[in-house]
């Protein structure tokens, strides 16, 4: 008795599978189809906000410190995220493609991440080539939008230092799109 080879069990499982009769009802294409978007585009809890945000220092990974008052006068996303979190990986072509369409309209991004060591932020953001700004999470961050206890998670800013939108979840393109839009056309 000869023994197959590990690659040829899982060729002949596919011709198997083709082969056979099973036709899917439309039942089952959309669970397949609800499954693949909430993989690729998983819910996310948008909540209206209007507080405002004392100001909290943030040291980026290049050394310099913004304060939140500095930024007065744009809208800012700050979003905790971590190297480790699929989700928050998954996000940031988003976040790094609105960045560079809206940077020049007064939109500003301060991504905190939850990571161990500045390295392995500053290595990825290299890597991944995101231009946006950068920072560790500290005690004055976590106090100043309380506790985050889900990533990724996303504060929206408006030009007068209130958060306006929090957001529990991925963020994409088209919502980001959305909720800054509105606050970039305010005065």
């Not at 996310?44 to 220092?57: C, I």
């Not at 480790?84 to 790094?96: G, V």
């Amino acid at each position: 008795m000869t023994q197959a080879s590990p690659l040829s069990l899982p060729r002949r499982a596919i011709k198997l599978f083709f082969r056979s009769k099973w036709r899917p009802d439309v039942w089952t294409l959309l669970l397949i189809g609800a499954i693949v978007y909430v993989w690729f585009r998983p819910p996310a809890w948008v909540s209206e906000e209007r507080r405002t945000v004392p100001d909290a220092q943030v040291t980026l990974l290049d050394g310099r410190v913004v304060h939140l008052e500095q930024l007065r006068g744009k809208v800012v996303l700050v979003n905790f995220w971590a190297t480790w979190c699929p989700y928050c990986r998954h996000e940031m072509p988003a976040m790094a493609e609105f960045y560079r369409d809206y940077r020049g309209k007064g939109f500003e991004i301060l991504a905190l991440s939850q990571d161990v060591e500045p390295a392995t932020i500053a290595g990825f953001m290299t890597r991944e080539a995101y231009h946006f700004p950068a920072a560790m999470v500290d005690a004055s961050n976590s106090a100043a939008f309380g506790s985050v206890n889900r990533l990724p998670t996303s504060f929206i800013i408006d030009k007068q230092g209130k958060v306006r939108h929090k957001i529990s979840g991925q963020v994409h393109y088209s919502r980001l799109k959305g909720l800054v839009e509105p606050l970039l056309a305010e005065d």
